[in-house]
């Protein structure tokens, strides 16, 4: 630990010295790669030395960042904690190391900071989301940087902190590929734990219509979950009607373009808040502001996108009558979005523009997410003033003649054990083995045990090279064929036998071994009185 804390103390770029610190500190069996006791001990080490810089920068009262950053004005180097992030992460980049260990001391960084020091770990990440995002640290380490950023979400208020929220979430959309599946809702689940609270009860002195009241407010259950409408037609005629007394109170009360126009949009922006306040007594106010209107408008027009964009099934569809209310409730919700200052016209424009992608992203989703790359195609120059001629297929057709040029020598060809390959069944059974460590945090519907094909394949190749293995199907299902050497220690002991099955199974097999024989002895005799 003392020579990388010296390490961290060098001037010079880590290229120079970080490799010639992991052979002295590990003294590994190979020069350039560890193996992976070495790259569990190396972890070990860092992971101790972060956290006692950690506990000395809060000693100190330093930030954790900024702890050991030199004074002197010529000394352009980073703190303690960045730079030996920086020998990690170069030493991850070259394959020197297991590349997700760069991946679990930012993970152990969060867990021990504040959320005053996250926002500057996190500008450390943000600056090296090129490296980090390389296929060879990206595949090692996806899962637990998702895990890190869920983590900081969780612990960060969505009311005081949005900013910071949004750098994350941008974040995660720039650092995963477009066809993740872990970060697309596919199922097109909403968030009904955003519960709207208000007062059920009439105060003793109000100013406002409590009733109004009531009906306002309770259209936000309905706007966190807008499937809950279509099954039940009578809970869309309740909220249809109650939507129906909100927007005839907006249209008899509209706003003066004079207070429209007084609103500095850009002062409203600062100030934007993604939760209203819902006490009776603020209700008046609130229906003057024009932000607050359009804030309900927008969650019509969504609500309504919804339920008239196409589910897989007949039963997601809406009626006849149904489509029709919401044709009505839709053209009024326009209309007075259009009249609301200031700008409405260029703001109902707007909104449309993002429903409108907001639709081709459903869609795509409902299609399975297909990759958005296309292969090139090739461009074919016609001959000019000459017509195309059919190409002639010494096979009869183009297949067939590709198929017969890829050798020299065809019947040689089919005869080549390079020709069919059956992988080993270690590597075979590696994706499953992953998947059942529950520290990979991978989602159940993700498991390759639900390929039919992969699980079939893989008896096949049990069958022929594992029999031990094959012979857990029966007990533990295709997760039990999997080779003990692959699982965590937790998980393999589930799957091991005990000493006593052995001995029963081994009793089992010379018995049934001596019937054979008794079998075969006794035919032998028939025959030979025959």
């Not at 910071?164 to 970060?183: D, K, N, V, Y």
């Not at 297949?399 to 390079?418: C, G, H, I, R």
């Not at 006593?500 to 009185?529: C, H, M, N, P, Y």
Request: aromatic share 8%; glycine share 6%; hydrophobic share 35%.
């Amino acid at each position: 630990m003392d020579l990388f804390r010296d390490a961290i103390l060098h001037p010079g770029p880590p290229q120079d010295f970080a490799l010639q610190t992991v052979q002295l500190a590990i003294k590994p069996q190979k020069q350039v790669k560890l193996v992976q006791d070495e790259n569990q001990l190396l972890e070990n080490i860092l992971r101790t030395l972060l956290q006692e810089l950690v506990l000395a920068a809060v000693q100190s009262g330093q930030e954790i960042m900024q702890y050991g950053l030199s004074i002197d004005d010529g000394d352009t180097r980073p703190g303690q904690i960045p730079r030996l992030l920086d020998i990690v992460l170069y030493l991850c980049e070259k394959e020197h190391i297991e590349g997700g260990m760069i991946f679990q001391l930012l993970e152990d960084l969060t867990e021990m900071s504040t959320m005053r020091n996250c926002k500057d770990i996190f500008g450390y990440i943000e600056s090296k989301q090129d490296i980090l995002g390389k296929p060879e640290l990206f595949a090692r380490g996806k899962l637990v940087m998702l895990r890190t950023c869920n983590q900081l979400l969780r612990r960060l208020s969505k009311a005081n902190d949005v900013v910071f929220c949004g750098r994350i979430i941008m974040f995660l959309a720039h650092f995963f590929p477009l066809s993740e599946r872990s970060a697309v809702n596919i199922k097109g689940v909403f968030n009904t734990s955003n519960e709207t609270k208000y007062e059920k009860e009439a105060p003793d002195s109000s100013s406002i219509d409590f009733n109004f009241y009531k009906t306002f407010w309770s259209l936000q259950e309905s706007f966190s979950n807008p499937a809950s409408l279509t099954p039940a037609l009578t809970k869309w005629h309740k909220f249809a009607s109650s939507l129906m007394v909100v927007l005839n109170t907006f249209e008899a009360q509209p706003l003066s373009d004079e207070g429209g126009n007084a609103i500095n949009l850009e002062d409203e922006a600062s100030n934007f808040s993604i939760k209203y306040l819902t006490s009776s007594n603020l209700m008046g106010l609130e229906l003057k502001d024009p932000s607050f209107r359009r804030h309900i408008y927008v969650q019509c027009l969504i609500l309504f996108d919804y339920l008239k964009t196409p589910g897989k099934n007949d039963k997601d569809l809406p009626s006849d009558t149904m489509k029709e209310e919401i044709k009505t409730c839709e053209e009024l919700v326009k209309k007075l979005l259009e009249m609301t200052p200031p700008r409405g016209n260029e703001f109902l424009r707007s909104i449309e523009h993002i429903l409108e992608r907001e639709r081709n992203w459903v869609w795509w989703k409902r299609d399975g997410c297909p990759p958005f790359e296309k292969p090139p195609t090739e461009k074919k120059l016609a001959q000019d003033g000459g017509r195309k001629r059919r190409p002639r297929w010494r096979m009869g057709n183009k297949e067939l003649s590709q198929l017969w040029k890829w050798a020299d020598q065809n019947p040689n060809a089919l005869t080549d054990p390079q020709r069919v390959r059956t992988p080993a069944i270690m590597d075979y059974w590696k994706p499953l083995a992953e998947d059942m460590d529950e520290s990979a945090g991978i989602e159940e519907e993700y498991h390759h045990k639900n390929n039919r094909v992969y699980c079939w394949k893989g008896l096949r190749f049990s069958a022929r090279q594992d029999l031990e293995g094959f012979s857990r199907f029966t007990e533990h299902g295709i997760e039990g064929v999997v080779p003990l050497e692959l699982l965590p220690p937790d998980v393999r002991s589930k799957y091991q036998a005990k000493p006593g099955d052995r001995s029963k199974r081994a009793k089992r097999e010379e018995t049934k071994g001596s019937l054979q024989q008794v079998e075969e002895s006794q035919v032998s005799e028939i025959f030979s009185d025959v």
